[in-house]
């Protein structure tokens, strides 16, 4: 009797651990905003060169350039299960119901990030003016998904 009472108890206390995370936030959810941070962060490397507010060093851009490159071939299939749209989801998450609406068209702007990226991994190491060349299709590819698939802030 007393064993299977704390079996009960324990099993209780046990589910609340495993829903709490869940309730404080879906990991899915969680896991694309911190790539899209990540992209962020390196972007902003490049960025800052591009307008003159950090002094332009080819090892500095080539890296975060390469940082790029490499996270957008992230397979991010995982991060956007069905369910987690910002009308599913109000407040928690700016992904807009058109991702799974039109799918397969955010398969093409994530394909169109990995062509910037390209471009820029082969401009940003060789000198600024090539940086710069290749900023406006980077910086046009993340903001050709935002326009059409994120919700305003
Ligand atoms: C294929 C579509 C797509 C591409 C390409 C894309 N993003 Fe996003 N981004 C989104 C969506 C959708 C969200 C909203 C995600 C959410 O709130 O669940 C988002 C959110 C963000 C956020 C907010 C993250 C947070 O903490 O809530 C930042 C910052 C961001 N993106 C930066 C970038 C940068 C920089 C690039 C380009 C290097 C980029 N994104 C490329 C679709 C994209």
């Known amino acids: 009797m007393t064993t299977n009472l704390t079996k ?28 899209m941070q990540l992209y962020k962060f390196n ?9 003159g507010k950090i002094p332009y060093d080819a090892k500095v851009a080539s890296v975060a350039a390469n940082n790029l490159k490499t996270l957008a071939t992230v ?20 992904a807009l119901p058109a991702i799974w609406a039109t799918y397969p068209e955010v398969e093409q702007k994530a394909d169109a990030l990995i062509k ?11 000198d600024l003016e090539s940086l710069r060349g290749a900023m406006g299709g980077l910086g046009g590819a993340c903001g050709g998904c935002h326009k059409k698939f994120r919700a305003p802030e």
């Open 75 to 94: 397979d991010q299939a995982a991060m956007w299960p069905a369910g987690t749209d910002s009308d599913a989801m109000f407040g928690d998450t700016r």
């Open 43 to 51: 972007i902003a490397q490049l960025g800052g060169m591009a307008k």
């Open 116 to 126: 910037a990226t390209e471009a820029m991994a082969a401009a940003a190491g060789t």
């Open 8 to 35: 009960t108890a324990v099993a209780a206390v046990l589910s609340l651990a495993i829903a709490t995370p869940v309730m404080a936030g879906n990991p899915a959810v969680k896991a694309r905003q911190s790539l």
